[in-house]
């Protein structure tokens, strides 16, 4: 067994390790990502740039789907807290992915303020969907759309479920899975927080972040078996 490996199992053993890791974790989530955005949603509020495509103009508002819209919430955390209590390492790796992103996606709102113009007015009465769409754009405002940090986050979500030997065999799950990432990428476009210009470049980041996490870990791991078969 390698030296790599013996280190690895140490720290696998040794829960100080993970709690200290899993404490900056949550800091970072819960507070620092958090903060840095209500400060742009504060002080973004004019002089920005319009996200608009032709396309946009082309999809229809659709109250309904609000519902996978904040089912979001509950697939990113459920996702991330079952792999917290079942593979550290799927776990480390989501988290990796999902705080480039973000932090990724701040830095460019900060110093390229954007947002959209094409919402449009809701009738609070008109059904509870509508209703909540009212809440979503009281609460959350047209600015700091680009990327989507919405789309982001489900396609990460998405690609750690499926890396996941956890859910290797899990195959209906593993659709299932997919079917709420893309529904939740159209719910940002039908509910028009989002241009599709937002959810494109989402797509981007992701490809781009997915290869350093995932693809590159990959490809550096095969490549020390092989140079240690060949002696």
């Keep these: 067994m390698s030296k790599y490996k013996i280190e690895k199992g140490k720290y696998e053993k040794d829960p100080r390790y993970f709690t ?86 701040l830095i460019i709102c900060t110093f390229f303020h954007n947002g959209t113009d094409f919402r449009p007015v809701i009738d609070p009465d008109k059904n509870i969907f509508s209703a909540a769409v009212a809440a979503l754009y009281k609460t959350d405002t047209c600015t700091n759309v680009f990327p989507s940090i919405h789309v982001y986050n489900s396609v990460g979500t998405h690609i750690a479920i499926s890396r996941s030997p956890l859910f290797a065999k899990h195959r209906i799950l593993r659709l299932c899975s997919f079917l709420l990432t893309v529904s939740i990428c159209l719910a940002t476009m039908f509910l028009k927080q989002h241009s599709i210009i937002d959810v494109c470049g989402a797509f981007l980041m992701a490809y781009v972040i997915h290869y350093f996490v995932y693809g590159y870990a990959a490809d550096t791991e095969d490549k020390k078996i092989t140079e240690k078969a060949l002696g």
């Excluded at 776990?91 to 973000?102: D, E, P, Q």
């Design 20 to 105: 200290q890791i899993q404490a900056c974790m949550a800091a970072v989530l819960c507070i620092h990502l958090p903060a840095w955005f209500c400060y742009l949603e504060r002080t973004v509020t004019r002089d920005y740039h319009i996200m608009h495509a032709s396309l946009d103009d082309l999809i229809p508002f659709n109250e309904y789907f609000i519902i996978p819209y904040f089912l979001w919430f509950v697939y990113v955390a459920g996702t991330l807290v079952f792999l917290l209590f079942h593979s550290k390492e799927d776990y480390y790796k989501m988290c990796t992915f999902l705080f480039s992103g973000m932090t990724l996606s």
